[in-house]
């Protein structure tokens, strides 16, 4: 009881086709192989999440935000790095020879 039909069409045309072509068989069971199978079972659907141990979350210091944060930045960008002269500042530059 393999029957395959390829039809490009939409879904609501399906099941009169199906009659059409099969008219022995339930419409219901002619729309399930038509749409395919499930592979696996569902019975173990969301069984690595539940078995995963809950870990809480930690505190965390709160973020800069404003002034605050754009001080942040410009320390971060331009004072801390040593810049030579005529050099641009790239954003995460790596160390000479590790680039690959």
Do not use: D
């Not at 029957?3 to 002619?30: A, D, E, I």
């Amino acid at each position: 009881m393999k029957h395959r039909l390829l039809l490009p069409f939409f879904m609501s045309t399906v099941p009169l086709l199906c009659h059409l072509r099969f008219p022995q068989y339930p419409l219901q069971l002619l729309i399930f192989i038509i749409m395919g199978k499930i592979h696996g079972s569902l019975a173990r659907a969301g069984k690595v999440k539940n078995q995963t141990p809950k870990v809480a979350k930690q505190e965390k210091p709160k973020q800069p935000r404003g002034r605050a944060l754009k001080r942040l930045k410009y320390t971060k960008r331009f004072l801390a790095k040593a810049v030579k002269p005529g050099e641009k500042v790239h954003m995460n530059k790596q160390p000479p020879g590790k680039a690959g």
